[in-house]
């Protein structure tokens, strides 16, 4: 790699904002990356926290085989929303908007983002569309699940408009969110950060940006299609006026599928920060990781059509999406024997981050395998709409995206607060966990071969004891969440001073403060190298001063 | 400050032989679905069924295999290569990159592996999807999808079926699937196959039933607030004289007056003062299920209809009688058992005598 | 850590004549507006898409009872608002060029060719809506995807007419300058892409 150019003055890299006054402009309606971050954090964990509790009422109405907790009604309304706002108001903005927001800039070099005003409007969008989303159970909240197709949507009281609309805000503001990402990643490295040598947790955000700056407008479509049908009687897929429901499923999918890896590949570069430094060593296969999440993000649109193999598809349709889908295992595999080669030869500590950063490995791969099934057609004929697919996404979504979430919150809670987290409570959230969530899912697999559907609020009598281990096993799941949440808010309080660098780690984020100023660099460093080579020197120029008693930069004027 | 490295002797202590215990375990685990059937837990009710099953023991020989290493590597190498209590604090890991050799052998493997499951996979698939439909559709039955039950229509026998499907054993099977008001689902998991029914489109499946027994019937396409109820009956493959007798019941029920449709009426119907454009909405609900608007080759169930009142070279109609209106319209009232299956009657269809000048003014407008 | 405020001077931004700092500001925000235009781009294909998939679904068209779209009108209208994106090219050169007048009277030219394909576009939707009874919800799919794509793209060229006015007043009062004028960019590419989805549009409502 060539050398970086001597730093030349007066760019963006050296107009430092003032510091925002007053509690407004610093915590609420504020442009700073950071706080942004931490914004869709909370508002994040608030709806993991009810969108959790929905799943619960699931649970607690599946303990009996002919139901009875709520009304068949309620427990279809309840299903939906749980679905919906568990993708679009949890995983998603967790992953792009908290995430992304705090730690991209900062590993980047940056200031902030690229927009920031626009990322400020983007998270509003955030919360008031969730209100929305779970206002639509004051009337009439859809019942056709996260996927609602028609005719079934059509005929869905107005909560469904309210979610077509719902989801049609927080879809822009993931669309500005990944148009902000991909100008800041393209364009504000510091100084000498080639794109190969961005950590790797970059080149997921920038995987992961033009899914959500391209896939979400291709769902924006469909909503107001859906919307427009059923305020205003405009056919689109009723078939009794020419309009076909199919026609939905390709627009919704054509979204929802990469929508997929918008809610994994930032876990990928999550894991992959975490695996190296408490292995104390460089993450195996560097080149090898960027390239496979930028595969993963273009193929994954060419696979939309394996969630209709049994819609009615003309059947030679079914070989190209059937063959994409399992290409794309490829690629993922790569990343799973990348990251257990970083195991091999470390000097392993288990903190919390790392725990869930190795469970994160092997219940995600387990969530890959049994995609396979789903993926190749006379296996999928069987298993389309059973508990084998719910089995499926709850450990890609669960083991795999909820546990890369709570290994990235361990390992950057000291950076965002200051404080460390308690590591015996951490421990107890993750074994706790990952038997609590094994006890709920993996019956699932064999329920569904042998003749569950999903979607059922009552059921045939011979799964009621499996259903029953799971909705036990689901609330040791809760207890261990609960202790999650317990451990911050303890944390947050009492938790000790963490320091610059509690993890001895070599990207940019942790070379300032705990938590940084708001300025993130006195002086926006030179980057000359990869991260990962921990035997040798950090390789940056220019830090010298971050963590002393150097004044702050001067800030320019307002413009 | 540059930090102390470790050294690893070769692939660290253990490593062999805990692969050794892997793999054992891996073919341990991959002769147990070689010889297991999976009917142990669900049976299997038609021919096909028992491919796909092989297909299933493939996937989980190969997955379960897969996952025992991954699982059996992420828990040893944490354990061995973990940071010991007497270790100084800034002990580091191994300082590699990256394996050119091994990170190439990782990706052709899989890579293989995935030309291997894709042959596996098109081998079944290619039978089921492709090479039924030149196959002899041999008997042609239908299923039509309510909210919350299924119906069925049988050749000879008047409107619907109710309650359970009978289907006689050892013989070859056309089931044309749809809905009359959401989406649907028609799966029989002793057939392994499943399709969607949709309402404005007609799907199918078709197998060869090779095994007498009692199936469910169930629906997995969420239709509403009692889909988990829609699935109460039953699919009942039983021997031919069993079947027949089934079949010879519904047929005098279905034609008694009690369960009668109403008669059609037997006067020629008056075609003036039909709508193309009331014909056109009436034809997409009623009979693109089976017609394409289309050439006659364009056939889904029936023939494709484009043409049918226009193109001097479209053939007679089925019924042998040349295309014009007023025999178009004849094939409406009486409907016609042919060769490519049944055309239901005007009563059947419940198409009143001005709904067939619609449509056939419709048909008479396709140019 | 005492933070001094010092007011901001243009002269720390540049070096050698080159405002670094607006140099780099504007680099990323052309990116992000060509972004923004590729997702718009996006939103007419997710419609465009469901128009051909319906249309291919086995329909006759157009369906019964429905006449052709008037392809002769709807061409001359193409042609007005294939006249603005030319005028609008003009007013950018005139204005790099320096030449205030001329730019002024195209970029007033192209809001006048603007508002009159709109109003081609209100004489052929009330056409359709009362002589030939072609309606959004009430004509299947024909008015579905008629009336919804070029409603959206009607509504991108009214937004744009709006920015254009915009421009005009702001260029009056001295926002631009002759190296420093993003918005003007902002607004040419923006009109440019209302015409190329037109050309999409008009091909395959009017020509296919």
Known sequence: MAIAATHVGGGIADHVHPEPQGFIRRYVFSIDHKIIGIQYLITGFIFLVLAGLLAEVIRTQLMNANGGFVSNNTYNEVYSIHGSAMVWLVVIPLMTGAFGNFVMPLQLGARDVAFPWLNMISFWMFPVAGLMLFSSFL????????????????????????????????????????????????????????????????????????????????????????????????????????????????????????????????????????????????????????????????????????????????????????????????????????????????????????????????????????????????????????????????????????????AGFYYWFPKMSGRMMNETLGKWHFWLFVAGFNGTFLPMHWLGFEGMPRRVAVYDPQYQFWNRVESVSSYVMTIAILLFFVNILVSLRRGKKAGPNPWKARTLEWQIPSPPHYYNFKHVPTVYGLPYDFSEPLPYRGLDDELNDAPAPVPAGAH | MVEKQSSVKGLGPGFWPFTAFLALLAIANSYFWAVTPLSRWMPTAVTVATEIDELFRVFLAVGISLFIFILGYAVFFSISFRARKDDPPDALGVQIHDNHKLELWWTVIPTIAVILISWASVRVWFPIQIASASTPAGLVVESIGHQWFYTFRYPGINGEVTGNMHLPVGEPVTLNVTSEDVIHSFWVPAMRLKQDMVPGLVNVMRFTTDRVGRYRIICTEFCGVNHGLMNKQRLIIEPKAQYEAWYHHWQIKNA?????????????????????????????????????????????????????????????????????????????????????????TQVQNALTDKDIANLVAYLNSLK | MAVASLPHQHAEHTEGGVDRFYEETRDLRLTGFLFFLFSDVVLFSSFIFAYLYLRNSGQSWPPPGIARLDVAFAAWNSVVLFGSGATMHYALENWKHGNFNKYAGSLIATIVLGIAFLGGQAYEYTHLYFVDKVSWAGSGIFGASFFTLTGMHGFHVAVGVVYLTVLLLQSIHGVYTKDKYFGLTAGTLYWHFVDIIWVVLFSIFYLI
């Not at chain 1, 990781?289 to 394996?306: D, E, N, Q, R």
């Not at chain 1, 004929?381 to 546990?403: K, Q």
């Open chain 1, 139 to 406: 009337m009439g909240a859809p019942v056709a699940g996260w996927t609602e197709y028609p005719p079934m949507s059509l005929q869905g009281e107005a909560g469904t408009s309210m979610w077509c609309a719902a989801i049609f805000l927080v879809g822009v503001s993931s669309t500005l969110t990944g148009m902000n990402f991909m100008v800041t990643i393209l364009k504000m490295r510091a100084p000498g950060m080639t794109l190969t040598r961005m950590p790797l947790f970059v080149w997921a955000q920038l995987a992961t940006a033009p899914l959500s700056m391209v896939a979400t407008t291709a769902l924006a479509g469909a909503l107001a299609a859906l919307f427009m049908e059923r305020q205003f009687g405009v056919p689109f897929f009723d078939p009794t006026k020419g309009g076909s429901p199919l026609l939905w499923q390709h627009m919704f999918w054509f979204y929802s599928h990469p929508a997929v890896y918008i809610m994994i590949l930032p876990a990928f570069g999550m894991i992959s920060e975490i695996l190296p430094t408490f292995a104390r060593k460089p993450i195996f296969g560097y080149k090898m990781i960027a390239f496979s999440s930028v595969t993963i993000a273009l193929a994954g649109f060419t696979v939309w059509a394996h969630h209709m193999f049994t819609s009615g598809l003309a059947p030679f349709m079914q070989l190209p999406f059937m063959i994409m889908t399992f290409v794309i295992a490829v690629p993922t595999g790569v990343k799973i024997f990348s990251w257990i080669t970083t195991l091999w030869g470390g000097k392993i500590h288990f903190t919390s981050a790392m725990l869930f950063a190795i469970g994160f490995v092997v219940l995600f791969a387990l969530g890959g395998i049994t995609g396979v099934f789903l993926a190749s057609v006379p296996t999928d004929l069987h298993l389309h709409g059973t508990y084998f697919v719910v089995a499926h996404f709850h450990y890609v979504l669960v083991g795999g995206s909820l546990m890369g979430i709570f």
């Open chain 2, 256 to 344: 008694t007056a009690s369960n009668a449709l109403p008669q059609i009426s037997s006067a020629p119907i008056d075609l003036s003062d039909g709508s193309a454009a009331a014909g056109q909405v009436l034809f997409t609900q009623k009979c693109s299920a089976c017609h394409a608007i289309g050439p006659f080759s364009q056939r889904i169930v029936g023939p494709g209809l484009k043409g049918v009142l226009h193109d001097p070279a479209h053939p007679n109609l089925l019924s042998g009688k040349p295309a014009t209106p007023a025999n178009v319209a004849d094939i409406l009232q009486h409907g016609l058992q042919g060769s490519y299956g049944q055309m239901p």
